[in-house]
């Protein structure tokens, strides 16, 4: 599939149900060019946020336990997801991928796509027989789901080492994703964005309008690009702006397992995030600062109280983990941690 093969018509009726909500009808995926159309677009386009996400961990020096020898990607459509994984970790530790979607279509072109890309790699489409579940990938599903669906996942995320979970950045998606964070903290440690295994401060009173989200840069050039162009302008996307939420998780009983403590690094205490994009205002930032339990709230950079993160803030909107020194509301420096 290239550009000029591309199946717009499939692309039109795919965007229509990602923005109306897929309904009931079951699988939507008709054919595999459905899905490779979606591949070199919308999948494309979440392999950016795939992207920025494996480029945290790595900047935290996290790596899958060694003891997630399988991947599962979970609603895998065309598997960009579980490849980007793998691409960033490699290959040489895994045994096995497996692959979900309620549709065998999918499930198909995932196998044949991810066979092509690791040709060494063993991949078959997941049974459940109840065995353990290494590293879980969940990417772009979860407002597709029904609460029984919703169920079902979280009993393969309870039995899973690890898991890596991306989806849109809107408000109501990252508030679905904040609820499954509530429910996971006691049985896994949080590895990413939370800089705090504590409740999360957007559920505090006044924090409603808020949600957690960050922004992924698209690769230089795609702004250029005439093929991308058409396909934002078609789709309705900007194509500088890709806003995602998610949740990197590692079990606890990882600790206490035979495969030994789990090495991975744990935000330090007193670390702070700040979600979504800064505002800058003449000799002034404004951010939203995630902080402790249950504390999430506005605070603002005085120009010349730090001229340079103050720069930083604008020029990078994914933000690191910062340690602030602050007076009151105002930070007055930041390490970053
Ligand atoms: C927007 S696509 C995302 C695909 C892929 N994970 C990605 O990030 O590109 C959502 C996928 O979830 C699948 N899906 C929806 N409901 C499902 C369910 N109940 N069980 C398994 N897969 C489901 C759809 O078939 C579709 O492939």
Redesign the pocket.
Known sequence: MNWQQLDWAALDRLRAG?LHGVGDDG???HSESDLASYDLTY?ER?GWKWDAVLRELASRGWRPPASARTVL??????G??GRRVLEAFGVEDIDLLQL????PL?RSFAAQRAREAFPSLAVSEFADTGQPIGLLIV???IN???PD?VQTLLALVARADAVLWVEPGTHAVSRQLIAVREALTDAFNLIAPCPHPGMCGLLTAGNERHWCHFFAPPPAGVQNDSDWVRFGQRAGIDLRSLPYSYLVLENKRLATSAAGPTSSPLPPTGASRILGRAEHFKGFARVLSCDAPGVVEELELQKRADADLFKQLKKDANHPLYRWERADRRIVGATRV
């Open positions: 990602f699988p939507y995926w999948g979440i990607d979970w609603g895998c459509g065309s960009v997801a979900w979607d309620h549709s999918a990417s772009h599903v597709e789901l029904s669906a």
